[in-house]
């Protein structure tokens, strides 16, 4: 599958944005679907991942409640509403497809299989 992510941009603290990720293939929906993030200096690191029928979500103890993952399968896209956003929120953010057959709360990179160039999230102090 293949992925496009984009919706990035520049936001005041305390501002919105909300990121999509368009997925090509017939069988996009049957994939997890996940966002990472790589801010300056540091590794990747999981934000959050939604199952391919979207009943199920998981989400970073750092982004939760703050952030909502959610899908619309016949559009084939994948979205990521950012509430609440805080300068430490600033990073690239990917979105990625967890390959199949991996356990039900996999979220480290190596379960996800196929990766969008990533978008730029700037949160202004």
């Known amino acids: 599958v293949q992925l496009q992510a984009s919706g990035g941009g520049l936001v005041q603290a305390g501002g919105s944005l909300r990121l999509s990720c368009a997925a090509s293939?017939?069988?996009?929906?049957?994939?997890?679907m996940g966002w990472f993030r790589q801010a300056p200096g540091k590794e990747r690191e999981f934000v959050a991942v939604?199952?391919?029928?979207?009943?199920?979500?998981d989400y970073a103890d750092s982004v939760k409640g703050r952030f909502t993952i959610s899908r619309d399968n016949a559009k084939n896209t994948v979205y990521l509403q950012m509430n609440s956003l805080k300068p430490e929120d600033t990073a690239v953010y990917y979105c990625?497809?967890?390959?199949?057959?991996?356990?039900?709360?996999?979220?480290?990179?190596?379960?996800?299989?196929?990766w969008g160039q990533g978008t730029q999230v700037t949160v202004s102090s």
């Open positions: 293939g017939r069988t996009a929906s049957s994939y997890a």
């Open positions: 990625a497809a967890r390959r199949l057959y991996v356990t039900a709360s996999a979220r480290s990179e190596a379960d996800f299989g196929s």
């Open positions: 939604i199952t391919g029928s979207g009943r199920s979500t």
